[in-house]
């Protein structure tokens, strides 16, 4: 167990959210309330039965009930309600500054809009900046399971939003869809100005994450655990202050690692890599941010210094602007200073 202070001084201390899905924020009573108003029919019947069903044996076992999920949402305000629910909770989590992924392929594969989807979400950090005042950007994550070419029509989608979206992702089923896959659609966005990460090294090999950094030419890795099993990689990675956004509660839901004490977190730390700690999917797997920090803090035995320290990192690997980055990562220091 771990003492109160801690447990007080994690919930405390300013975060960044590097990795979060908006559409594996949606909690199931939101997406009841969202089905019973657009009459969508969902599987389950009620609440309960859904989070009966939250029970994964791996990655695609948990991504068929996330994609069942997101049909619901269908209309502007589906998207600014999923969108301003997940601030509401990450400002109660002291998330002061948060970059989310959305699947643009998973609403505009069903009819919707890219245009509503961006615009509904969009709304959302606007009135969650005025009202809490925090800071937020948008990443669009191409699913690897579909084809090159419909990320590259999803990225044409995109360049009318370009000054709302800062920028591109990969996603979904990493087994036998290798970054090099996209390797040309990534070449274009990178072109047209965004900046690029990619899910590699969750379930896959750490030649995924070799290719997302030499092929895809990636600034930061989502999840990344597998880089601990390539020597010459994890040197890289050190030395390039790459960074890797590892999802504790994630793997332990999707069976990435049997159990907590096992998770790599600390060794990648110990490496020298710049390791940050998320939620990737809070309202499947059990935990927001900061029960992300709280249950890896209290599995690996973390010291509040190390707790400040990837809580520093989280903005280091942000794409915030250098100016605003130096000020949050001020307050962190301050926050620590006056408490270890
Ligand atoms: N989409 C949402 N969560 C994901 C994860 N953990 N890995 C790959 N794709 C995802
Ligand atoms: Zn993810």
């Known amino acids: 167990m771990l003492e109160e202070t801690t447990t007080s001084f994690i919930k405390g201390i300013p975060k960044a959210e590097l990795h979060v899905h908006i559409e594996g924020t949606f909690e199931p009573e939101l997406m009841f309330a969202i089905a019973r108003r657009n009459n969508v029919k969902l599987k389950y019947h009620t609440v309960d039965e859904l989070k009966r069903a939250y029970n994964f044996s791996n ?3 948990f991504l068929d009930l996330y994609y069942a999920g997101a049909k619901v949402l269908i209309y502007e305000q589906d998207f600014y309600d999923l969108t301003f629910a997940y601030l509401q909770k990450a400002y109660n989590d002291r998330v002061i500054h948060t970059e989310i992924f959305f699947d643009p392929q998973t609403h505009t ?11 509904g979400i969009h709304r959302a950090m606007n009135d969650a900046r005025k009202q809490f005042g925090i800071s937020t950007s948008l990443i669009m994550c191409f699913l690897r399971h579909l084809d090159e070419k419909n990320a590259i029509r999803t990225l044409q989608q995109a360049i009318p939003y370009k000054n709302l ?13 290798p970054p090099a896959k996209f390797a040309n659609v990534f070449g274009m966005a990178r072109d047209a100005g965004f900046v690029t990460v ?3 090294g969750e379930e896959g090999p750490a030649a995924y994450i070799r290719e997302a950094l030499d092929l895809l030419k990636v600034s930061r890795v989502d999840h990344g655990n597998n880089a601990l099993d390539d020597e010459s990689l994890l040197t890289e990675l050190a030395q390039r202050r790459i960074p890797l956004t590892l999802c504790p509660l994630s793997n332990l839901k999707l069976k990435v690692v049997k159990d907590l004490r096992f998770h790599p977190l600390k060794k990648l730390m110990e490496r020298g890599l710049l ?8 309202a499947y797997f059990g935990g927001y941010v900061t029960d992300n920090y709280l249950a890896i803090a209290e599995s690996l035995n973390l010291s509040n210094a190390e707790i400040c320290r990837l809580a520093q990192n ?4 942000s794409f915030l602007e250098e100016k605003e980055k130096q000020s949050m990562i001020k307050q962190v220091q301050d926050y620590c200073s006056a408490l270890t």
């Open 165 to 177: 979206i800062q920028g591109v992702g990969l996603d979904s089923s990493e087994l036998g869809h």
């Open 59 to 61: 990655l695609q076992d």
């Open 198 to 200: 990619a899910h590699a």
């Open 275 to 282: 390791v940050t700690v998320n939620s990737d999917d809070p």
């Open 314 to 317: 989280s903005f280091e690997a």
């Open 109 to 119: 594969t069903r009819g919707v809009d890219f245009g509503v989807v961006v615009a």
